[in-house]
């Protein structure tokens, strides 16, 4: 089943419109779109490794996606939390650390962090989506990114550096 998301004035104003997964969305309008980071006590932050036969496959990335119709950014962030590593994650618990607007994909992106201690043997991977996770350093997240590792539409360096 498709996806069906709520489109969004630039303001972030919900336009009174639906749309589904795949198809253009006009222009003027945007989707909801979060990436969630999750950060242990020992300052390490979650990845996940998308699956081979995914846009991007496997590149290592913070649990994301988009959120649904009728959900908002907090709610759609820890839905997709769930649903892809099986971690259930208290809304209350979460900040956002930016909230931008890109032309180039139509959507707003929001990005929230979680801090949460979290055994890698409790995870349990949506095989459609995620084929790995672990736990990595600050310094291995910019050595990722600078390798080419890490989904081309995560921004490190802005990301990470709210969250510290």
Not at 9 to 17: F, S
Not at 26 to 55: A, C, M, T
Not at 57 to 63: G, V
Request: with cysteine; glycine share 6%.
């Amino acid at each position: 089943m498709k996806e069906k998301w709520d489109l969004y004035d630039v303001k972030r104003n919900k336009a009174g419109l639906t749309w589904m997964r795949g198809m253009a969305i006009p222009k003027g309008y945007y989707h909801l779109v979060v990436s969630v980071w999750i950060q242990n006590d020992r300052g390490e932050y979650l990845l996940s490794r998308r699956h081979p036969n995914k846009q991007y496959p496997l590149c290592w990335e913070c649990t994301g996606g988009s959120v649904l119709a009728g959900e908002n950014s907090l709610i759609g962030a820890v839905r997709e939390v769930k649903e892809e590593l099986g971690i259930k994650l208290n809304p209350a618990k979460g900040r956002r650390i930016s909230q931008i607007c890109r032309e180039e994909t139509q959507d707003l992106y929001d990005v929230w962090i979680f801090y949460k201690n979290i055994d890698i043997s409790d995870i349990i991977l949506q095989e459609t989506e995620v084929i790995d996770v672990k736990w990595v350093t600050k310094r291995e997240l910019f050595r990722m990114a600078q390798n080419g590792e890490l989904h081309p539409l995560l921004d490190v360096s802005n990301m990470v550096k709210e969250a510290i």
